[in-house]
């Protein structure tokens, strides 16, 4: 690994210290990517030999976990989107330190193409279809895409994805989330979810 990271659970510890909001907002569906998760995601692309020297983007970074994970590793240069102004600005805070280039803006505005994505998007159950939509930027931005997405969204991902080019993994994770919006009546809980790999062929 990177002369700053020397195993997974290095990158995790180095992950919980980033500044996180003290609020999210649900009509995102900003459901941050927990350090545990992030580091496995980052380190997976890593092992793959899709981090070490590439340019890689984060989109719907949040407070930038995924964007940070991927610098630390060695990535060569960090494209970060996020719609929220807020986030952004944490995202910028956090990444200071790293080759990573933040911008506050819808995907659509992100043109230039990367040799990697990582991402964490919107699950699409508040917008119906807004995964979609990340799904589709990436597929035309990237060679690789490491996503995280709702188990309930599997199979149509999966479908998607088999679409555009070849799935090299697809794994049951969770989402470990604090008690975050009004509907949550834990401190904490986990949330479902599926890690798909995937070599962009067309």
Sequence with gaps: MSLRIRSQKDLEIKLQG????????????????????????????YLD??????????????FGVLACAAAMLGAYHVVA?????????????????YPVSVMNSDVYEMKERVDTTLMNPPFGSVNPHSDQIFLSRAVELSSHIYSIHNEKSAEF??????????????????????????????????IPAVFFSTDVLI
């Design 18 to 45: 980033l500044e996180k909001p003290e609020s999210f907002d649900n009509s995102l569906e900003q459901y941050p990517t927990d350090p545990s998760l992030a580091a496995h995601v980052a380190v997976t692309a």
């Design 157 to 190: 991902v999966r479908e998607f994805l088999s679409a555009k080019g070849k799935i090299t993994r697809e794994e049951r994770v969770s989402i470990l989330v604090p008690r975050m919006y009004s509907h949550h009546t834990r401190e904490y809980m986990r």
């Design 49 to 62: 030999g899709n981090i070490l020297g590439k340019k890689v983007a984060d989109l719907g970074c949040g």
């Design 81 to 97: 989107l996020e719609i929220d102004p807020v986030q952004a600005a944490m995202a910028v805070q956090n990444c200071r330190k």
